[in-house]
């Protein structure tokens, strides 16, 4: 009877279902956090990291788990660098014997609970982070783990001015979703669903299809540079921007803006 050889010469993509996280909006912000890997994929010496960072922002704090055979959970689970509101945490499983350094096992993008926010529950498609924009009025920033609107602080109220002004929402937002899914879709490559993924591109992907006036997921793309499956995505991503539009109302609210003026 032959012996299967594991093979970790290879990354492999750690399990969604393996890793939870729960945030807690204390001051400052603390964590806990499971995590269900084996040794049956890993080297047992291969190190546990979990990283959080926030939306919108480089910073990056790094807490030691222990290793695969002696996981160990850090008694310090303090946030006191993650400055933004939205925050988004990763898994590396590392090898630190072998080829040190080396990444065996990656999940990024892991959105936690919040169980004492107001807001528990709540998804957040976009989060939006106030900068130094020079004279810009908006723009979007793509990561790996989310998508972030950008927006100009030098502006008196911009904040309540993205969530709230008729204006902006009808004008500015229609475009976000068409540059958003176009990443998706033409840049990230992803036209199908995965089950209950929270990556944001699958988060945005089933936004999409529930704007859509037939619930269509977006063409397949094999080539970006291709005019036919280019114009198929044109078409589909222009009527779900329609479908965003009608959800919100947004050419009556525009209609009520010219009236009142």
């Not at 976000?176 to 899914?181: E, G, K």
């Amino acid at each position: 009877m032959s012996r299967r050889r594991l093979n970790f010469t290879s990354r492999r993509r750690i399990p969604r279902d393996a890793v939870s996280v729960q945030v807690y909006e204390d001051d400052p912000r603390t964590f806990d956090a499971t995590l269900n890997l084996s040794v049956k994929d890993y080297p047992p010496h291969a190190a546990v990291v979990l990283e959080a960072t926030s939306s919108g922002s480089q910073v990056l704090q790094r807490f030691e788990f222990g290793t695969i055979a002696e996981m160990m959970t850090p008694s310090d689970r303090r946030l006191t660098d993650i400055t933004g509101e939205n925050v988004i945490f990763g898994v590396k499983v590392v090898d630190r014997q072998e080829r040190i350094g080396r990444i065996l096992g990656l999940l990024t993008g892991i959105r936690p609970e919040r169980p004492n926010a107001p807001d528990k529950g709540r998804v957040t498609l976009l989060p939006v982070e106030p900068i130094d924009l020079g004279h810009q009025i908006w723009r979007l920033r793509f990561t790996d783990e989310t998508v972030v609107l950008e927006v100009n602080r030098r502006i008196p109220m911009i904040m309540e001015i993205v969530s709230t002004d008729s204006r902006f929402l009808s004008v500015v937002y229609p475009e976000i979703v068409r540059q958003v899914l176009d990443r998706v879709v033409a840049m990230e490559g992803v036209s199908e669903q995965e089950g209950d993924s929270d990556h944001w591109c699958q988060l945005w992907l089933r936004f999409a299809i529930s704007l859509h006036p037939e619930h269509l997921g977006p063409p397949v793309i094999e080539d970006a540079m291709d005019t036919v499956s280019r114009a198929d995505l044109d078409i589909w991503l222009n009527d779900v921007a329609d479908g965003y539009a009608g959800r919100f109302g947004l050419r009556d609210k525009m209609i009520e803006i010219c009236q009142a003026e």
